[in-house]
């Protein structure tokens, strides 16, 4: 009986301790957060003749966790490998195309930004699938689900990679909105 009681408490502690850690910027070991701007990425986007979409440019942002922390050496400097773009309906709609993977191969500095110019976010493969291909003339140009002849979606940009030092590094999710159209 003592034992099952020990055992109880011990799993209630447990399981309260787990539910109260929430601290989005201590979720890495990492000692720096990356941020992500899209400023003025917002637009319109013609889908004739479908290419892959790119953005003119995103700046990434290193900041120390610790403000009053220094890193002379260079170890909290972060190798950013790669990125996810997801995709959200802003129109009411459900259906969005599939979770687009690109790779990165920059060094940011810690403490410092650094500017992506033409980086893509949505393959040319995706601009000719679901949803987009409802737009297309021969397939009655309406969206079937929102019945208008555009297509508003947010999409979700997440940059992954790694310190000098080799500790995992997750940026904030920034997020933009884009109108597709086939004209």
């Not at 950013?80 to 687009?100: F, W």
């Amino acid at each position: 009986m003592k034992t099952r009681l020990l055992f109880t408490t011990v799993l209630a502690a447990t399981v309260a301790v787990a539910a109260g850690c929430t601290n989005k910027q201590g979720e890495s070991e990492s000692p720096v957060t990356v941020t992500v701007d899209l400023a003025d990425q917002s637009g319109l986007t013609n889908l004739n003749p479908a290419t892959t979409l790119t953005i003119p440019t995103m700046t990434l942002r290193s900041n120390l966790k610790n403000p009053t922390a220094s890193d002379p050496q260079g170890f909290a400097a972060v190798q950013v490998n790669n990125y996810t773009v997801t995709y959200r309906r802003a129109d009411g709609g459900t259906i969005v195309p599939p979770v687009q993977n690109f790779a990165a191969g920059v060094l940011l500095p810690s403490g410092g930004s650094v500017t992506l110019t033409d980086f893509p976010i949505l393959s040319q493969t995706a601009m000719e699938g679901t949803p987009f291909d409802q737009l297309f003339p021969f397939n009655g140009g309406i969206d079937r689900e929102t019945g208008s002849n555009e297509i508003r979606m947010f999409y979700d940009v997440t940059f992954y990679g790694q310190t000098v030092s080799g500790h995992r590094v997750q940026s904030e999710t920034a997020t933009a909105v884009r109108i597709f159209v086939f004209e």
